[in-house]
C-alpha cells in the first residue's frame, strides 16, 4: 500500500444511485458505525456526461471495471481496494468501487480528498 491513498468511508452493498450512497453516509454517522478502510488502487477520470450517467445509474456494467476487476479485493488488514471514479475537473470528491468480479459495482462508497468537506 507504499504510496498508494487510503482512508474511510461507509460502503453501501448494491447502491443504484448517488443519492442513496449521500443517505446511507449520513443514516451511519448518526447511527456510530464505523467507516471501512479503503485503498484507492487506479482513479478512473470521467467526462461530464459519463459521470452524471454513472452516478445515476450505479448498477449498469462498465467496462472500466470490467478492464481493473483485478484490482479489487479485500485484504487480510481488511482493507478495500478499489476504484475511485471522478468527473474531469471535479476530482475532489467522487465514487469509491469495489466490484469483486462483477462489471457493475457491487459496493460503492462517497469520497471526499482529505481537506474537502462532504455536507453533514
Known amino acids: 500500500m507504499q504510496g498508494k491513498q487510503t482512508g474511510t468511508a461507509y460502503f453501501k452493498h448494491r447502491a443504484r444511485r448517488l443519492i442513496e450512497l449521500e443517505d ?15 485503498v484507492i488502487e487506479k482513479v478512473i477520470t470521467l467526462s461530464k456526461i459519463e459521470y452524471t450517467n454513472f452516478s445515476c ?22 482493507f478495500r481496494h478499489c476504484l475511485l471514479v471522478v468527473q474531469k475537473g471535479s476530482e475532489d470528491a467522487g465514487i ?21 468537506k462532504i455536507a453533514e
Open 96 to 116: 469509491l468501487v469495489d466490484s469483486r468480479e462483477t462489471e457493475s459495482p457491487t459496493y460503492t462508497a462517497l469520497y471526499k480528498k482529505p481537506g474537502f
Open 57 to 78: 445509474d450505479l448498477l449498469m456494467p462498465r467496462q472500466f471495471i470490467a478492464d481493473n476487476l483485478s484490482l479489487m479485493k479485500a485484504d487480510s488488514d481488511n
Open 24 to 38: 446511507y453516509r449520513m443514516e451511519c454517522i448518526r447511527q456510530g458505525k464505523k467507516p471501512q478502510r479503503y
